[in-house]
């Protein structure tokens, strides 16, 4: 099944700098890649994804890049602010099964604890 | 903007004892699904739903553990006899016809 690395475990910025998350995947099946944010306490929140028909996307401060060749795709948050500071997850999923009754379990990295000091 | 809801957000229960999660999804999302977040660690995929039954399921989600969306809203996990090592944050997704899966607030299940 699919695995998902995700690097580092812990990043400690600036605030005003940039900050980048790194994974790997396994699958090369897998064509769906979406990032969450996750606060303490609080659910997984989606802030960006990306397909694997496309190489880069943005969404204001942030931007999610994807190599296929390399099974390899990486958060990018610019100009960081304090209220970034949150636990970050990769994930990967494959696309909906032949019947269609599935867009694909989504397999989660280990999470960034990402910290903005002020 | 519509949210996924889920209740209770905290149960304590005694091991052996069954417990059922409730989730409302999304209103037109026709895709549900059930993950789990131990403490301090990544988020596990248990199970997905679509068109009234288990698309897909992992090796987590054992004989112990089942689903049903009992009516038009409602989509549940049952843990028949829960075990120590079910406690954890167990968090109910669905997803349109898109591909982003959105998360409700979790239970918090305590299992002593």
């Known amino acids: 099944g699919e695995n998902v690395e995700q690097h580092p475990s812990t990043l400690s910025v600036q605030e005003g700098d940039s900050a980048v998350i790194k994974c790997t995947y396994s699958?090369?099946?897998?064509?769906?890649f979406p990032w969450y944010k996750q606060e303490l306490g609080k659910r997984p929140q989606l802030i960006i994804d990306?397909?694997?028909?496309?190489g880069e996307k943005k969404d204001q401060r942030i931007a999610v890049t994807l190599n296929k060749t390399a099974k390899h795709f990486s958060l990018h948050i610019t100009e960081t602010q304090p209220e970034d500071s949150a636990v970050y997850f990769c994930?990967?999923?494959?696309?909906?099964?032949?019947?269609?009754?599935?867009?694909?379990?989504?397999?989660f990295g280990q999470g960034t604890i990402l910290t903005v000091h002020p | 903007e519509p949210e996924v809801t889920q209740t209770p957000s905290h149960q304590v229960t005694q091991m052996g004892q069954e417990v059922i999660l409730r989730c409302v999804p999304i209103?037109?999302?026709?895709?549900f699904y059930w993950y789990r977040q131990i403490l301090g660690q990544k988020v596990e995929f248990l199970v997905s739903?679509?068109?009234?039954?288990?698309?897909?399921k992992s090796e987590i989600f054992d004989d112990q553990f089942s689903v049903e969306r009992p009516d038009g809203s409602n989509f549940t996990l049952k843990i028949r006899s829960t075990k120590l090592e079910d406690s954890a944050m167990y968090f109910c997704?669905?997803?349109?016809?898109?591909?982003?899966?959105?998360f409700g607030p979790g239970t918090r299940l305590l299992v002593l």
């Open positions: 699958d090369s099946a897998s064509n769906y």
């Open positions: 994930a990967a999923s494959g696309g909906p099964d032949a019947g269609g009754t599935s867009y694909g379990k989504l397999t």
């Open positions: 209103s037109n999302h026709l895709y």
């Open positions: 990306i397909r694997s028909n496309v």
């Open positions: 997704a669905s997803s349109g016809q898109g591909r982003a899966q959105y």
């Open positions: 739903f679509y068109n009234n039954e288990i698309s897909e």
